[in-house]
């Protein structure tokens, strides 16, 4: 089945304590990006990929790294997250000519 | 500064009937135009595009019109069903598939 997993589905972590954040798909798609959902914020790009080693920064990239080292894999990480970075993160992609993202299920972040 | 913009947090709308849901955007270098639909749990999944060189592009029940002077478009779902009950989110993007920027959602219930 044509998918993107995110692990972990849920997470409470504490301020400062580094974590990842893993995503996969197996659609061999070349685009893949991060975005977190707020409530009255909608869905806001971290970071995004446009291949093996390309990444940029999106609209909301501090506090997150990002590395694109296998066509299949996107880690997010936050080296030190902090409680404004609790928010629901989704990890979509896309391939060359398909113009819609395909969205794992999303992981639910929580930092105390 | 939100660029792509969905006004209405909210629309009920009895079964049967049409449900118009509206996106204004203002970066004029937008050229591909996307709705997506989110269930709760759930990631966003890819309803329907258009290209800014059309005005209209329709598939089923779902028709999305493009007004590229007044910077706006709207999906139009006809007949509204139950099932269609979700968060709706408006997307854009300019020149390529990476960079796509999200509406902030409009919450569909379509009451039976």
């Known amino acids: 089945e044509a998918q993107v997993t995110q692990n972990p589905r849920y997470l409470i972590t504490v301020t400062g304590k580094k974590l990842t954040v893993t995503c996969s798909q197996n659609?061999?798609?070349?685009?893949m990006s991060w975005y977190r959902q707020d409530p009255g914020l909608g869905l806001r790009q971290i970071y995004y990929?446009?291949?093996?080693?390309?990444?940029d920064k999106g609209d909301v990239p501090e506090g997150y790294k990002v590395s694109r080292k296998e066509k299949r894999n996107f880690p997010l990480i936050l080296e030190s997250p902090s409680p404004n970075q609790t928010s629901l993160y989704f990890c979509?992609?896309?391939?060359?000519?398909?113009?819609?993202?395909?969205f794992g299920s999303g992981t639910r972040l929580t930092v105390v | 500064d939100q660029q792509v913009k969905q006004n209405s947090p909210s629309l009920s709308v009895q079964e049967g009937r049409i449900s118009i849901l509206n996106c204004d955007y203002t970066?004029?270098?937008?050229?591909?135009f996307l709705w997506y639909k989110k269930y709760p749990a759930e990631g966003p999944t890819f309803l329907i595009s258009i290209s800014s060189i059309k005005d209209k592009n329709e598939d089923g029940r779902f028709t999305v019109f493009l007004n590229k002077s007044a910077k706006h478009l709207s999906l139009h779902i006809v007949p509204s069903q139950p099932g269609d009950s979700a968060v709706y989110f408006c997307?854009?993007?300019?020149?390529?598939?990476?960079?796509?920027?999200f509406g902030t959602g409009t919450k569909l219930q379509v009451i039976p």
């Open positions: 659609m061999n798609h070349e685009y």
């Open positions: 990929s446009m291949n093996v080693e390309v990444t």
């Open positions: 979509p992609s896309s391939g060359q000519g398909l113009y819609g993202y395909t």
């Open positions: 997307a854009a993007s300019a020149g390529g598939y990476q960079k796509v920027t």
């Open positions: 970066n004029s270098m937008f050229d591909y």
